[in-house]
């Protein structure tokens, strides 16, 4: 379908299809194979300035919006849903520093993060606090013009990799959710270890690392916003972030599709193509469907939010978000089984590509909000909107 | 100092279809590309930048579309490009088209080391590259795989042999055409094709570059074309199989009877 995208955004997807054809598809198995993080890559990233698309041009980055992010992210995710996986998730610990940074934070971290010459990571989950990201142990104390952190986070992406934290730790644990501060912390800083890198499914060739914490001195003015502003922060994080995971989902999905198609045309049983059969072409027909509508949505939630951001607007985009991340996930699983279902037993094995296709969606259902935590994003949202409205 | 890397627009195809009845190429419904062999010489000429400092400048001759062939060398890391076109350039051959690049380069100003890809896909001729350092009268080295070194005006390159390499000084200016061993090209950058857009392109016709009116296009062209056709597909060669100590001796039987050893 024709979106009308900007010649900037024309050439953006340009780029990323070259780079994703070019120097990704050929290392894809190997980094799967392998669970290793994909240097290489992320250096292509970096020289050809998609890291900074989303990072207003006075931090060194395009100007571009979520539209643009979105659309990199898809379009590298077509081919691998993991590999994109290091560019989307620094955009993540990105997105504190961009949305509640000082400028003397903004100018500090995001002209690296912009060049690809650091990559970030957030760093929110913790073995006793996943859906219930509230319920943090992780803690900040004052120390003069220091904070102290202790405690440990879990499944961090890009954890041990990425050079720049955005950290959530409680400040004032007797105010529970409201006790919660966000801080930039560095690579290298003392007492900031990584733990176990996590074996996984799938998002192979991305580090999932522990984060921990001991004793590590930050400076206060590594805090983002104020002390307590941490869930305010993380939520409106999610809200710029969630569209990422979408474009994630989207794309392996949309890769998936046209692997299957590919293969249906030339696969032959029966003396003919299966493409020539209703049964695989119903099964092609609700795939191509679900992805143009898991696009649909996503696009124009993404340029709903840069539009309402561009005019200065501050409220939230909740429910889109969830929407958009929620829809896409759920469409990324069903489409990538279908894609092994189309293959039959040669999309079981690790020769082709859609069994890997099929192991990297399923955590686009999980993380940044389970898929049940969207839908209670979406009710809840819903049942504010009518409360409003009496 | 100053880079010149001259390129061509060519068709995206390696199977080139030929109109029997004009004996030209056809072009219609064919993608084009920078000749690939460009592509090498704009990398080096980057990466010459990046060592040495100055700036590189990407020519071309060919028509108006051909812009986009120089503006994607601009976002590739060329600085500027300019594009030699002229309805009166038409139907040049390789001396027609050197004498006219080299016009334009002497018009472009001084420059240090000039850069081609060997050839281009589609005539394969590799002769402009040697035919432009003709016309400049200043030294060439073809077929380069390494820049050794460039110091106190003279450079050092490997031209690449089939049985090995020669090492090679000459004193700058000087061209060079490059292979596909010297480097490996990038992929442009989102701010090179952001400013790859915005490039001002000038183009330049016989009248700008004081061209002589009989050294151009059809006119200035000696080589003339009898007849263009397409050479019979190969036929299948014969497979042996079996046991490999039988195939061996097969082969070798074989060999001998066509007296190869």
């Known amino acids: ?390 | 100092m100053n880079i010149i890397v001259c390129i061509k627009q060519v068709p995206n195809t390696t199977n080139v279809q030929i109109d029997e009845k004009t004996g030209t190429l056809k072009r219609e419904g064919v993608e084009s590309i920078v000749n690939p062999f460009d592509e090498y010489a704009i990398e080096e000429g980057v990466r010459l930048k990046e060592r040495f400092g100055g700036k590189v400048t990407v020519i071309t001759m060919g028509p108006p579309q051909a812009d986009s062939a120089l503006r994607s060398a601009i976002s590739r890391g060329a600085d500027n490009a300019i594009l030699v076109s002229d309805r009166s350039f038409a139907g040049a051959d390789t001396l027609a088209t050197s004498y006219t690049l080299a016009k334009a380069i002497h018009a472009a100003g001084k420059y240090d080391i000039i850069i081609c890809g060997k050839q281009a896909t589609d005539g394969d001729t590799a002769q402009v590259g040697p035919g432009v350092a003709e016309k400049l009268d200043i030294p060439h080295i073809a077929y380069v795989k390494k820049i050794e070194s460039i110091e106190n005006n003279l450079m050092v390159a490997e031209r690449m042999m089939e049985d090995g390499y020669d090492v090679i000084e000459v004193p700058l200016p000087a061209l060079i055409t490059v292979v596909k061993e010297i480097n490996t090209p990038r992929l442009p950058s989102l701010k090179g094709m952001l400013s790859s857009k915005k490039a001002q392109i000038p183009q330049w016709g016989a009248k700008e570059l004081g061209a002589d009116k009989n050294k151009i296009g059809l006119t200035g062209s000696p080589t003339q074309v009898m007849k263009i056709f397409s050479p019979p597909p190969r036929p299948g060669g014969e497979k042996l199989t079996g046991h490999v100590s039988e195939m061996s001796k097969t082969l070798v039987s074989k060999l001998k009877d066509l007296k190869v050893i």
């Open chain 1, 1 to 390: 379908m024709e979106y009308f995208l900007t010649e900037e955004q024309q050439m953006m997807v340009e780029l990323a299809r070259k780079i994703a054809n070019e120097k990704i598809k050929p290392v894809r198995e190997h980094y799967d194979e392998n669970e290793e993080f994909p240097w290489p890559i992320v250096e292509e990233f970096a020289k050809s300035d998609l890291c900074g698309a989303y990072i207003p041009q006075e931090y060194g980055g395009l100007g571009g919006g979520v539209m643009d992010l979105v659309l990199i992210v898809e379009e590298l995710s077509k081919v691998d849903g993991a590999i994109s996986l290091a560019l989307a998730a620094s955009a993540l610990g990105t997105f504190p520093i961009l949305l509640y940074g000082n400028e003397e934070q903004k100018r500090k971290y995001l002209p690296d993060i912009a060049s690809g010459r650091k990559l970030a990571a957030f760093g929110l989950t913790e073995p006793g606090a996943g859906s219930d990201a509230t319920a943090l142990k992780t803690t900040a104390k004052k120390d003069g013009n220091h904070y102290i952190l202790n405690g440990t986070k879990c499944f961090i992406t890009n954890g041990g990799d990425a050079e720049i934290y955005t950290i959530f730790a409680s400040t004032n644990p007797a105010k529970g959710a409201r006790g919660i501060s966000c801080f930039i912390v560095e690579k290298g800083t003392a007492g900031f270890e990584f733990g176990k890198k996590e074996k996984k499914l799938g998002i192979r060739a991305s580090s999932t690392r522990e984060l921990i914490f001991n004793n590590c001195k930050v400076s206060a003015e590594n805090l983002l916003a104020k002390e307590g502003y941490g869930l305010m922060i993380a939520q409106a994080t999610f809200d710029s972030s969630r569209p990422g995971v979408a474009a994630q989902a989207l794309g392996i999905a949309a890769g998936a599709l046209e692997e299957s198609i590919n293969y249906a045309r030339t696969r032959v049983q029966f003396g003919q193509p299966i493409a020539s059969f209703q049964a695989i072409q119903h099964i092609l027909a609700d795939m191509a469907t679900e992805v143009e509508a898991a696009r649909a949505l996503l696009y124009a939630t993404s340029k709903m939010m840069d539009a309402q951001h561009a005019a200065g607007k501050k409220e939230r985009i909740t429910k889109e978000s969830a929407m958009s991340k929620y829809y896409a996930s759920e469409v990324a699983m069903r489409v990538t089984t279908n894609a092994v279902q189309v293959f039959g037993g040669y999309g079981y094995i690790r020769e082709y590509p859609v069994e890997k296709m099929m192991r990297d969606a399923k955590i686009t259902q999980i993380y940044e909000g389970t898929s049940q935590i969207q839908k209670n994003e979406i009710a809840l949202a819903l049942i504010k909107e009518a409360a409003g409205k009496k």
